[in-house]
């Protein structure tokens, strides 16, 4: 594809009719992958149930169950918005009921609603803990249950029902529980509902699989998350998430179950060999975020090193600032004295987080205020409550502020960890990738070492 309208029609083209006068009950589906995913199957003519709880517009977030109805039945599909609450038995059986009352029947499931918060297990609040958990593992099992009697009818009838989980592949690897072992159990219940109801559900005809994105995908909910529209240029868009779930949908039930997807591994199976329509705006393959919970981008011996070092070897550019002025007896404090010299109002206004940073090495802790005032940065504890604890090496410190290390190429293997609120975290990524984006280099360092200008 050489545009965005050569994409268009491919991705129209992509299109069987196969799931045209099919039911598919989607969780989630008001915004972001799971609207995506509710409109590739309107455009073959598909019935959805838009269950979600935004029936009024959100203060950050665009889409309703409505405006995501109209966008459906505009594609040429036939919506029912429903206000679902996943949490609650009632809600969910009340709109399982009303769907086939509505449509006839469900044939298929896209258990697509999750919580998120990537904060370690002093910083998780229980009722962030129960939030995770009641959406993600006992709201997809809920959703499943109540639907099973009608999947097993559409099985009756020959008409391929499939339950797909928008989950990751099932590791063991310490990495991925060590930071936010709260999340990684919710999102591992969506999982394991695939190993499980795969097996339980083979005989009867019902497919039971998983997708996971290979990378960030760029949603509204991302960009609130990550601090801005900036996060865009390391995120795929959902559209891929889209097209791999209706080649997963559109194979034979019986044939194709148990699996944990990802999804530009199922569209390589069906020939897609150039995935650059995908990218979302200012991304490039080389910027790309990979996404957690996959084993290859681990940065360790064993499997996946390869690829690891790979990825970390991408994130490498040049040097945005001096690791330290020559002669330099401490390297972090000159990194601080050149950030010292950007700080502004401005930036403030930009950032509003406020960051500490823990030296394992040194057992030393710097601050970062880009919260209050002119924002301000030094040696020792914030005087004000830091929103994002970082703790890593000085080495890896001076390789991150020097632009050599991506923060989330360096959480994702291990270097770096991160308490307290990860979407300020993401904004401090943001903020490099802006240095660097904007051409900073020590070509273009002031006499002091600092930036002329941010």
Known sequence: FTSTRDFNRASRMLNTGKLAGKTLYISGASRGIGLEMAKKAARDGANIVVAAKTSEPHPKLPGTIFTA??????????????????????????????????????????????????????????????????????????????????????????????????????????????????????????????????????????????????????????????????????CRTPQIMADAAYVILTRDSRNFTGNFCVDDAILKEVGVTDFSPYLAPGATEDSLMPDFFLDEFLDHSGAGAAEAEAIVARA???????????????????????????????????????????????????????????????????????DATLTMTSANFNKMFAGKLKPTAAFMSGRLKISGNMGKAMKLEKLMGKMQTRGYSTSTLGKNGGFSKL
């Not at 459906?72 to 059986?93: F, H, M, N, T, W």
């Not at 390297?331 to 394992?360: M, R, Y």
């Open 69 to 234: 109805a109209k966008e459906i039945e505009g594609l040429g599909g036939k919506a029912l918005p429903l206000v679902v609450d996943v949490r609650s038995e009632e809600a969910i059986q009340a709109s399982v009921e009303q769907a086939v009352r509505h449509f006839g029947g469900i044939d298929i499931v896209i258990n697509n609603a999750s919580a998120i918060s990537l904060t370690g297990t002093q910083e998780t609040p229980m009722k962030t803990y129960d939030l995770m958990h009641s959406i993600n593992t006992r709201g997809t099992y809920l959703v499943a249950k109540c639907c099973l009697p009608y999947l097993k009818e559409s099985a009756g009838k020959g008409r391929n029902p499939h339950i797909l989980n928008n989950s990751p592949p099932l590791s063991m690897k310490p990495i991925w529980f060590k930071n936010h072992v709260a999340y990684t159990m919710a999102k591992y219940g969506m999982s394991m509902c695939v190993l499980g109801m795969a097996e339980e559900f083979r005989d009867t005809g019902i497919a039971v699989n998983a997708i996971w994105p290979r990378t960030a995908i760029m949603t509204a909910a991302m960009e609130m998350l990550g601090g801005g529209g900036g996060i865009s240029n390391q």
């Open 316 to 386: 490498e550019k040049p040097a945005a600032v001096k690791p330290a002025e020559a002669g330099s007896a401490d390297p972090i404090e000159a990194v601080f004295g050149q950030i010292s010299a950007v700080l502004s109002e401005d930036l403030v206004k930009q950032t509003k987080a406020v960051f500490s940073f823990t030296l394992s090495d040194q057992k030393t802790n710097w601050f970062l205020d880009l919260k209050n005032g002119a924002g301000s940065c030094g040696k020792g504890e914030s005087p004000v409550e830091s």
